[in-house]
C-alpha cells in the first residue's frame, strides 16, 4: 500500500514539473565580451568580432557597446540589417510576455540607455522573431544576460 502511494506521488509530481517546464526550459543565457562578440539570437550563436569592425555578423542580431563616460557601461546596440530594440527601463525580465510587445516604439539605431539588471529589452531579429533580454550583469569583461523567444 505504502509503494502505490509512493509511486502515485511520483507520477504527480512528474506531471507537475512536466507542466511547468516548458515555460522555462526555453529561456537561455549568453555571456557578450563588450564590443568583441555578436549574438545570433534565432541560432543561439556567438561570433567572435574585430574591434571597430563588423566583420562576420552575418546573422547576428546584438552586440554590447562599451560606454567608458558611465556605470553600468553596456549598451544593447543591434547588428543585422532590420534588427529593432525597444528598452522597457524598469520592467523585470520575467515579467515581460508576448502581449507586452504590442504598443512599443522599435529602433534600428544604437539606444544610448545603459543596460541595467532592472530592464528589459524586446529584439525583433533579421528573421522576424521576437526575443526578450535581461538580468543583466556586468562584469569589466562583458556583460552575461538571459534572452527568451517570444514570438
Given at each position: ?71 553600468p ?8 540589417e ?14 515581460v510576455?508576448?502581449a ?52
Amino acid at each position: 500500500m505504502k509503494r502505490r502511494n509512493f509511486t502515485s506521488l511520483s507520477l504527480v509530481a512528474i506531471a507537475i514539473i512536466c507542466l511547468t517546464w516548458p515555460a522555462q526550459a526555453l529561456a537561455a543565457s549568453a555571456t557578450l565580451g563588450f564590443e568583441t562578440q555578436a549574438l545570433d539570437l534565432d541560432t543561439g550563436t556567438i561570433t567572435e568580432q574585430f574591434p571597430d569592425l563588423l566583420n562576420g555578423t552575418e546573422g547576428a542580431d546584438v552586440l554590447i557597446g562599451y560606454h567608458a563616460d558611465r556605470i553600468p557601461h553596456a549598451v544593447l546596440m543591434p547588428v543585422g540589417e532590420g534588427v529593432t530594440l525597444a528598452v522597457m527601463s524598469n520592467t523585470s525580465y520575467d515579467s515581460v510576455t508576448a502581449a507586452d510587445v504590442v504598443g512599443l516604439s522599435f529602433s534600428a539605431g544604437v539606444i544610448d540607455q545603459p543596460l541595467e539588471a532592472s530592464d528589459t529589452v524586446v529584439v525583433k531579429t533579421d528573421a522576424g522573431a521576437t526575443f526578450k533580454l535581461g538580468n543583466v550583469f556586468e562584469d569589466e569583461a562583458g556583460v552575461t544576460f538571459n534572452y527568451e523567444q517570444l514570438q
